[in-house]
């Protein structure tokens, strides 16, 4: 068992560099096995979502080198098999190989995916996607299988009944390839998709209105290889904008695209955080004082869900309340318990976080129940007196490259070690 050991007290200061976004790496890379010749991803992120990806992609035949951040994925020889369900299992993402298999084989055999638990995600809109695009789709035996080789995928009108960014680029992924138009409407517009219909635009798709709520795709026939540079990780960049603004003597944050954060950027600002925003970079002056404040998470261009958590510690050093409601994910509160571990005056009622400071955190041995609330933890450690051991970090490696590296190098006192 892997387990990072923090000793608190420790100021952060220098600066760290944002790397390729995970949640547009892991759709990316399924998009890519569209063309037809090789696609090279340039930013890719050394995190275990990508090798598992990448290992996925080797079971069907797909050459992938990955080295210094750049994938290069070479689709040529690939084959339609059913995908390994022991990887899926670990891997939430894992679903964007529906769109991008009915796309392009018009059949595939995808298994459940698994990923973080935070509540019941279904993938009800993405199969409705398919199915209004001409699949024929079935579960069962835990693997989704889809088919659409008797008269081919046709473009259709989509409505998201919720606006989902998942099934948004899953259904685009498919759509690329279909016959006519295809219109999605209440589309999601995280910049993500954007990347992600940058990406197949540069392959030779025609996608118009990505970051809109109305996608517009005309199917063509082929696509062909390109090169693409990821956009900075925006929940890496606010986590790390988080640990600087609780534990910082001054920090610079390169790498990142603030008008992705912009939502989050006021909140910090509304707290009494300082913060110096340049073309590509956030300097995070040293904090004084803190108020307390309240988030409500909506889909973007709203406070982002994967931010919650990682802002939490910071909410706990304010002064006087600050409360949390999670419209994305309601379960999203398995952090709570554990800060309450180590002495933080936080609660929860119904869907309501509830957090009164200032708070001095004691180091404690605590469980990461997922990636963010992970980061929300190694933050708890950076602040804590004592030492924090915080488990289950293999949630935190699926979305946080060399964090580790980057942390000591800002001064922080943290390892991992393995047990048994």
Known sequence: MKKFVINGGNPLKGEVTINGAKNSAVALIPAAILADSPVTLDGMPDISDVHSLKEILEIMGVKVTLK????????TGMVSVPMPSGKISSLRASYYFM???????????????????????????????????????????????????????????????VVS???????????????GRTIIENAAKEPEIIDVATLLNNMGAKIRGAGTDEIRIDG??????????????????????SMAAAAGEGVLVKNVIHEHIESFISKLEEM???LEIGEDSIFVHPVK?????????????????????????????????STLVDTIYQKRVNHIPELAR?????????????LEGPNKLQGAEVAASDLRAGACLVTAGLLAEGETKVTNVEHILRGYDSIIEK?????????????D
Do not use: W
């Open 68 to 75: 210094d951040n750049q994938m290069v994925i070479d689709p």
């Open 99 to 161: 769109g991008a298999l009915l796309g392009k084989f018009g059949e595939g055999v995808v298994g459940l995916p698994g990923g973080c638990f935070l509540g019941p995600r279904p993938i009800d809109l993405h199969i409705k996607g398919f199915e209004a695009l001409g699949a024929d789709v079935k579960t069962e035996h835990g693997a989704t299988y889809l088919d659409a080789t008797k008269e081919g995928l046709q473009g259709a009108r989509i409505f998201m009944d």
């Open 165 to 179: 960014i998942g099934a948004t680029i899953n259904v685009m992924l498919a759509a690329v390839k279909a016959e």
């Open 220 to 241: 063509v026939k082929e696509l062909h290889g390109c090169r693409h540079t990821i956009i900075p990780d925006r929940i890496e960049a606010g986590t790390y904008i």
């Open 272 to 274: 009494g955080v300082e």
């Open 289 to 321: 004082e803190l108020k307390g404040t309240s988030i409500k998470t909506q889909p973007y261009p709203g406070f982002a869900t994967d931010l919650q958590q990682p802002l939490t510690p910071l909410m706990l050093l304010a002064k006087g309340e």
């Open 342 to 354: 180590m002495g933080a005056n936080a609660r929860v009622e119904g869907n309501l976080i509830i």
């Open 407 to 419: 942390l000591t190098t800002l001064g922080a006192d943290i390892r991992m070690i393995e047990e």
